[in-house]
């Protein structure tokens, strides 16, 4: 999509990329687990929809309402784990954490909240292995994003 | 019924984003217009879809026209009216749809009509340029993020307001929801014709249904407070990092919007 337009110099164009066009945005019609993520004091929450064959993540969605951080990490995070094992996704997570570089307080809390919401679809999958009805489990974030914003 | 919803929804989004993307100012402006009669068309087949005892969602599969051309987003907005009209049910409400489609497409086909219409679209060019001011760019930067992050949350405050409008019997919610909607309408207009001159336009994300069914007034309007103060504060930053006095300006007045809309929120407790 940008292989011919010349950005300014400024913040990063994947960035850019991520907020205009987030990948791997929405819902999966069927997917093996679902896990939600929720910072109860804002309201803000992260939905994360996993489909794997074996232990491959074949795909993944998620959706927010949360700021656009969230958004970013979680575009970029998505695109780092389809196609790779649920360790590597585990790995990535750690992997993300370097990608973004320092990241403020609460930038920190945005990019934990996608990934609880990942963590907490890997739990929502080994209930459903262990024959327990749960339609999607729930993680409650400890910390509050306030939002800020993810550029260099 | 639902399948018709959702295209109305896309063709809503179809024509106020052809409206931002396109500079010239009498043509933005009408379709700008032809975008809230297609919003209160939503509205209308929403109201229809409950009553018939059925309900709707915001579902949507939609990609933005990012076309170089004022003639090539016209041609395709052309596309999309004529594959919504297809659907419309033999109703009163259908043949009302029917005839504001055809006479959005009569008001197209006259600009297409006119080679002098057809101006180059920059809304797409990623150049993030404010042409008449001279803008650091870690000022530009802030205003990138500032209008991803609002342009979506307007669009969401529009759909979400929309939806529990369409469910109360209460005359004071309905007509503090009426209000708020009528205000985020005007401030996605705003951001988008900015993100626009920016050559970023991008469709704000697609709703999940966490996001816009309610189950608790209170805790969503208490949440939608404190966003608001979110709002304000991230306004009254921007404002202060700007350093435009035009701009700040623009900031200051949205920031006191918002300060009413919290007001307004307040007497939905």
Known sequence: MFENTKLPEGMNPETLEHLMDPKNYGKLENPSCVGVAVDEKTGEYVI???QLEGDTIQDAR?????????????????????????????GAIKKMHE?????????????????????????????????????????????????????? | MNSLYRKKHELWLHIIFASFAINDEEIKSRLYEFSLIAFRHMKWLGADILRDGDDYNYDRDIKLYKRQSVFEVLRALMGEVNNTSALYPQSVLGKRMLTDDAYLLEYISQILQNEINDKEVTAFNMQRKWLDKNLAQEQIDALTMFLF???????????????????????????????????????????????????????PRELHAMTYVIKDLEKFVTDGIAEEEAAKEMCRELSDAIKDEELSKFFDFINYQESYHIELMKKLL
């Open chain 1, 48 to 50: 994360f929809y996993t």
């Open chain 1, 99 to 152: 990608k973004l570089g320092v990241m403020s307080q609460q930038q920190q809390v945005c990019a934990d909240i996608v990934f609880s919401g990942f963590i907490a679809s890997m739990i929502n999958y080994t209930h459903k292995q262990e024959g327990k009805e749960e339609e999607m489990h729930v993680l409650k974030m400890k910390e509050s994003c306030e939002g800020e914003n993810i550029h260099e």
């Open chain 2, 149 to 203: 992050e609002e342009s979506y949350k307007e669009y969401e405050l529009i759909l979400v307001y929309a939806y529990m409008q369409a469910r109360t019997d209460k005359v004071l919610e309905f007509s503090i929801f009426e209000d708020l909607i009528h205000e985020s309408h005007f401030h996605l207009k705003s951001f988008g014709n900015m993100m626009a001159k920016m050559g970023i336009l991008a469709l």
């Open chain 1, 62 to 90: 998620y959706a927010t309402n949360g700021c656009q951080d969230t958004v970013v990490i979680g575009s970029m995070f998505s695109e780092m784990i389809i196609g790779n094992n649920i360790d590597y996704a585990q």
